[in-house]
């Protein structure tokens, strides 16, 4: 099945290579430091991005990483900046959090974002459906290769990397791990349920242009692509009172994540709050944090 959904995204997660081009600003923050970089692809592409690294981190002791996603919203003025600046469905900015725990983050601005926002989505995802890729594909090949980054740093331990979002940056944390399997955890708030469902409540066109993958409903569901996370630790957090994750919708991806982690579902978080939209609560965060340090923080003994 993952090679099957990797055909059909239209694009080589390995497509990409990043080469540091510059660092424009470094800010001291409480528990660390935040560079905003700029990368370049082998096609010459740009792309932004915000880099943290805890106080103390280096080569001796390298640190656990987080490839964070940053979310849609349909404001692609905030991109990137969502990390340290967060963003109207966040209960603040991750940064400092992150920091405090000892984490290395990375976070890569997706087509169509800040600085990358021409072309608008629907003319990008247009465009690569017309030759045969797709924008979904684009934006996993570059976070991809921004997980390739985060492995090579000699002050990141490469065997402690995990991801996260909300959103958009939920379903990308989600999809990278079940197509990656470097990634030791994935945090994904926000954007789990069954697509078939949704098409019949008729909540799907509520999603961006950007998740349009040809032929994925006839491959596996949402549940059975996040199954194959297992049996890497895996959270997920929802609203029932979210338009992405209605409790028909959610139930059915839950019970087939469910089944796919088999004896394994101690490696299962769900975070699910009945009476809550498309948001991060504060008892949601707290969750992940705890999610996030017990498996990537804390050794095997």
Same mark, same amino acid.
């Given at each position: 099945? $993952? ?14 290579? !990043? ?18 970089? *700029? ?10 991005? *915000?880099?943290? +690294? ?20 349909? $404001? ?31 976070? !890569? ?22 030759? /045969? ?12 290769? /921004? ?8 002050? *990141? ?13 939920? %379903?990308? #944390?989600?999809?990278?791990? &079940?197509?990656? %399997?470097?990634?030791?955890? =994935? ?9 078939? %469902?949704? @098409?019949? !409540? ?13 032929? !994925?409903? =006839? ?29 028909? #919708?959610?139930? @059915?991806?839950?019970? +087939? ?18 009476? *809550?939209?498309?948001? +991060? %609560?504060? &008892?949601?965060?707290?969750? @992940? ?9 804390? $050794?095997?003994?």
């Amino acid at each position: 099945m $993952r090679d099957h959904v990797k055909k059909l995204l239209g694009v080589s997660l390995q497509h990409y290579k !990043l080469s540091l081009s510059k660092i424009e600003t470094t800010v001291e923050l409480q528990h660390g430091t935040a560079k905003r970089m *700029v990368f370049t692809t082998q096609d010459n592409t740009a792309i932004p991005a *915000v880099m943290l +690294e805890p106080a103390g981190a280096s080569s001796q002791t390298p640190s656990p990483a987080i490839l964070y996603c940053h979310a849609h919203g349909a $404001r692609y003025d905030i991109g990137i900046n969502e990390l340290c600046d967060s963003r109207p469905a966040l209960v603040g900015p991750y940064a400092e959090d992150l920091l405090a725990l000892g984490f290395v983050v990375l976070c !890569l601005e997706m087509p169509c974002f800040g600085s990358r926002s021409s072309p608008e989505e629907s003319a990008a995802s247009k465009t690569a459906l017309w030759y /045969g890729k797709t924008l979904f594909g684009q934006m996993l090949a570059e976070l991809s290769a /921004g997980l390739d980054y985060l492995c090579d740093l000699p002050q *990141v331990d490469s065997a402690r990397i995990g991801t996260l979002g909300i959103s958009m940056g939920g %379903t990308h #944390a989600w999809w990278l791990a &079940a197509l990656d %399997t470097r990634i030791k955890t =994935a945090a994904h708030l926000c954007c789990f349920a069954d697509l078939a %469902t949704l @098409v019949k !409540l008729g909540n799907h066109d509520n999603h961006g242009h950007y998740m349009t993958v040809p032929g !994925l409903l =006839a491959t596996c569901s949402s549940g059975q692509l996040a199954g194959l996370i297992a049996p890497r630790a895996q959270f997920c957090g929802v609203g029932l009172k979210d338009w992405s994750s209605p409790p028909d #919708a959610f139930k @059915v991806a839950q019970d +087939e994540l469910i089944a796919a982690y088999g004896d394994k579902t101690d490696l299962l978080t769900f975070h699910i709050e009945p009476e *809550v939209g498309h948001e +991060e %609560t504060p &008892a949601m965060r707290a969750a @992940v944090l705890t999610f996030l340090k017990r498996r990537l923080i804390a $050794r095997p003994i």
